[in-house]
């Protein structure tokens, strides 16, 4: 897929984190030209700190919902906000809807012409904050192509953070990879226990060494740590070490994507 979407080897993602979206208990009734004006400074700023891709989610939007609950007028908004992104920037664009909306990912990222989305559990299943959560490929991948986005990609987590993977514990990662994979994952991502926690490199080589899919990290990525991980793993998405302080709350600080950025370009003259 990496050649597909992006023209480097071991593509970043920068995280845009949409403040709160109409519905969501900390929205501001009128807000919504603000928050895609947020959005679009976000983008500019990552795309100026050289990274590959940006990635849109409703984070702010907690406590979440899962994806059955997920409501129309945030359909609506990520939608909004996703076609600005994509007029700010001249970067590859992926869409990601607390808490697994999968089926609502694609609708924004077909309207939006966005190129990707993100799905927490796409098979299997795990026990998040909203209670439990279900493998959804079958229905994403039939919608997808229903309303005619076969160009979307999945980029699909196994074992994601925020969760208890307890009721598939006897299934090991590597397994659940695979099972990813044979259910038309494009791409198979990898995350530490929450945000800003990294997987083990050990975890890591597991994963990569069982699929035939790229394998991209989700989370805990940091510019002290891409040379080693990245060593490894094709891609990664990251959010919390491109903000001010390291605080996925806070501003991008675009020094510290420049710093992130630069040791990726190193890793990447090497190979």
Not at 231 to 246: N, T
Request: aromatic share 8%; proline share 4%.
């Amino acid at each position: 897929m990496n050649n597909e979407l992006f023209s480097v080897s071991k593509p970043i993602i920068g995280m845009v984190h949409l403040r709160p979206l109409p519905g969501s208990p900390l929205y501001e009734p009128g807000s919504m030209d603000a928050v895609c004006a947020m959005a679009c400074e976000e983008a500019l700023l990552l795309e100026q700190g050289g990274v590959d891709g940006v990635q849109i989610e409703n984070i702010w939007d907690y406590p979440y919902l899962k994806s059955d609950e997920i409501g129309y007028e945030t359909v609506a908004a990520l939608t909004a906000a996703a076609v600005r992104v994509k007029e700010a920037v001249d970067l590859p664009v992926g869409i990601n809807c607390h808490l697994n909306g999968a089926m609502q990912s694609v609708a924004v990222a077909v309207a939006s012409d966005a190129s990707w989305v993100r799905v927490f559990e796409w098979t299997n299943a795990y026990i998040s904050h909203a209670g439990y959560i279900e493998g959804v490929a079958g229905k994403a991948v039939r919608y997808r192509n229903a309303i005619g986005g076969r160009n979307v990609k999945f980029l699909c987590d196994v074992n994601v953070k925020h969760g208890s993977h307890f009721i598939i514990s006897d299934r090991s990662v590597q397994e659940q990879a695979r099972d990813a994979e044979s259910e038309g994952a494009d791409v198979v991502i990898v995350t530490g226990w929450e945000t800003g926690s990294a997987p083990s490199l050990e975890q890591i080589r597991a994963v990569k060494d069982s699929i035939d899919i790229p394998l991209y990290l989700g989370s805990g990525l940091n510019a002290q740590n891409a040379r080693e991980l990245l060593g490894v793993a094709d891609g990664a998405i990251v959010g919390s070490d491109f903000k001010e302080k390291g605080n996925w709350k806070l501003p991008v600080d675009i020094d510290r994507v420049r710093e992130f950025m630069s040791q990726v370009k190193t890793l990447r003259n090497s190979e």
